[in-house]
């Protein structure tokens, strides 16, 4: 049974790793000043904990929500003072994860598993915080606590029924009273089982939980589900019998009202909870950037910018959030780079980074400045090394070009290997590699890894079967596949006549590695990261060595048929050539050239292409 959208939304909404992200009492006069009732971006509220701090520098809760405010800006190492004034070792640890600070990290959380978890998962690294929570698990597979944060873990990932397992084990060893159980009856529901939520709903409550105002949402929400709204009715009728009036509760049961065509019970159910918490208002931004959209929408991409420009000028700097959304709008609108870039520094107090170098980068590609397009491409890939759009941005040819294939399919293999249990970063995997310049190798490899994870139904698993046989009719033009090791990244193919063509992938960027026919071999020589060719060898006997100076590929020595040494200007003309024999000298560094320049950019369709020019 698929279960509403917005029910699944809820649960998972309750799920998230928030701890601390609520605005502290302290700050809700200021906020109420600056934005009644309305959301607060987290520029508005870092400079709401600011001028809070300035008063009171010993709030703990204040330094707190300002190191949450400032991890969601990118800025970790402000974070990291900030959790540290806080005394929020979670928080801290988050923040050095963020900056690749993982020894001190490690060090800040050591022997306690479920805080170094929780900080993974705040960083955002699902993959390593699911992974020490398994270790732990290992050594004490009873432990509720665990068995609890790890459910939760999964749930929060959108894997529910990943988290029954653990919650499961959880509920039979905890004692009454204990939240694993709800977290139980929440896997139930997300997993798409409303009428096994409910039954261990009822389960739940005989065992210490009546009254508790999560477990009867969830309940709701699962008889709701399978339709029956008389029951959802009077359960919620019965909580507010016996508790404090909940908006929550009201809105629910106003949910079952509408369904047995009780309506205007059920717009009294909603007028009492709007009472108890009204609707958050619009936030700042949201009216001059519905309006711009309707101007750029009608041609008047002008008018637009003037609707923007106006709007952010009026609003106050407790606002830089709010102010940095409208800015940032402004900027994409621009006619001239010039103009772009000034918005877009102007926005900079209340921008995240990230969004900040995703603006430039649009800017300098609408201009055509490819190399500082790419280099901001980068920036916000390393700022947000999880997100899915970051990583698209690489895949542009005229990104990964310039930074280099073997650097931008790293960084996605990297991303898979952070969490290689999520069927979208899988997926996503697979489709990046299915086409050039990616690798049919770890193609194949993501389409394995995909036929595990997901049940034949899940329409996920129909694209990855589609984009494998893709894959594998491009390979059978060259021959049919022989042997495949995706632990290896070793594919063989045998072709007609006895032909076989047999290369080698670095898995953690499915670059080439060795070619390999009868009787011929030759292999490249990558760096301890994979991402830089450092040298090319042949059965022949011949070899080619790559020496940079940075990111700069800075001269070429070549032995064996085709001797030579090269030196390169920083802008890659050459400034000597030196070889035995001068006349062969240019075309063995042309063919040199030819062949560094097509190595990380070629799959097994090209393989064979690859040599020293022979």
Do not use: C
């Not at 955002?124 to 929570?133: N, S, T």
């Not at 603006?359 to 916000?380: D, T």
């Not at 997926?427 to 394995?448: Q, R």
């Amino acid at each position: 049974m698929r279960l509403p959208v917005l029910i699944l939304a809820l649960v998972f909404a309750a799920l998230r790793p928030a701890a601390g992200s609520a605005l502290p009492d302290a700050l809700a006069p200021l906020a109420a000043a600056v934005a009644p009732g309305a959301p607060l971006a987290p520029g508005d509220g870092l400079e709401l904990a600011r001028r809070h701090l300035a008063a009171v520098p010993t709030d703990v809760e204040a330094w707190r929500y300002a190191g949450l405010q400032l991890l969601a800006l990118d800025r970790a190492a402000e974070a990291e003072d900030a959790f540290a004034r806080a005394g929020d070792a979670v928080g801290r640890a988050a923040a050095l994860i963020r900056q690749d600070r993982l020894e001190a990290a490690r060090r800040v959380v050591e022997g306690n598993a479920i805080a170094a978890a929780t900080a993974m998962e705040l960083a955002g690294r699902v993959g390593l915080a699911r992974g020490i929570l398994a270790a732990a698990l290992a050594e004490r597979p009873g432990d509720v606590a665990l068995l609890a944060r790890l459910g939760a873990l999964e749930l929060a990932d959108r894997r529910p029924l990943a988290a029954l397992a653990p919650l499961t084990r959880g509920a039979e060893l905890a004692p009454p009273g204990a939240p694993v159980r709800r977290l139980e009856v929440e896997a139930l529901l997300a997993a798409g089982l409303p009428v096994r939520a409910h039954a261990q709903a009822e389960v739940a409550r005989r065992a210490g939980l009546d009254g508790d105002e999560g477990l009867l949402l969830v309940d709701l929400a699962a008889l709701q589900a399978f339709g029956d709204h008389r029951a959802a009715i009077g359960l919620a009728e019965d909580h507010l019998g016996r508790r404090a009036a909940s908006a929550p509760v009201l809105r629910a049961l106003a949910t079952s009202l509408d369904h047995i065509g009780g309506r205007s019970r059920a717009e009294d159910a909603r007028r009492k909870a709007d009472g108890l918490a009204p609707a958050p208002a619009p936030a700042a931004a949201d009216a001059p950037l519905a309006e711009a959209g309707r101007l750029e929408a009608a041609g008047d991409a002008g008018g637009a910018r003037t609707v923007l420009g106006q709007a952010a000028a009026g609003l106050p700097g407790t606002l830089a959030g709010q102010r940095s959304r409208l800015l940032l709008a402004r900027a994409r609108l621009a006619d001239t780079i010039g103009a772009a870039l000034d918005d877009i520094e102007a926005a900079r107090p209340g921008a995240a980074l990230a969004d900040l170098a995703a603006a430039r980068h649009a800017a300098f590609a609408k201009a055509g400045r490819w190399p500082e397009a790419a280099a901001e491409a980068w920036s916000r890939a390393r700022l947000r090394p999880d997100e899915r759009a970051a990583a698209e941005a690489l895949l542009a040819p005229e990104t990964g070009r310039r930074l280099g294939w073997a650097l931008v399919f790293g960084h996605l293999e990297e991303l898979v290997a952070r969490n290689p249990d999520d069927a979208d970063r899988r997926l996503f995997a697979l489709e990046a590699n299915a086409a050039p310049p990616g690798s049919s190798v770890m193609a194949l490899v993501h389409a394995h890894a995909l036929d595990r994870l997901l049940p034949p139904e899940d329409p996920r698993s129909a694209s990855g079967h589609r984009l494998r046989r893709q894959v594998l009719d491009r390979l059978q033009r060259i021959g049919a596949v022989a042997e495949f090791d995706p632990a290896a990244g070793r594919l063989a193919l045998d072709g007609a006549g006895g032909s076989r063509l047999e290369v080698v992938v670095r898995t953690g960027s499915g670059r080439l590695t060795r070619i390999a026919t009868p009787g011929r071999w030759i292999e490249a020589r990558w760096d301890a990261t994979g991402t830089r060719l450092q040298g090319i060898a042949n059965s022949f006997g011949d070899r080619l060595e790559l020496r940079w100076r940075g990111d700069r590929l800075a001269g070429l020595a070549a032995e064996g048929r085709w001797q030579f040494q090269a030196e390169l200007r920083p802008d890659g003309t050459v400034a000597r050539l030196e070889a035995p024999d001068p006349q062969r000298a240019l075309r063995a560094y042309n063919a040199a050239v030819a062949l560094v320049e097509a190595w990380p950019a070629t799959d097994v369709d090209g393989a064979r292409g690859l040599n020293f020019g022979e």
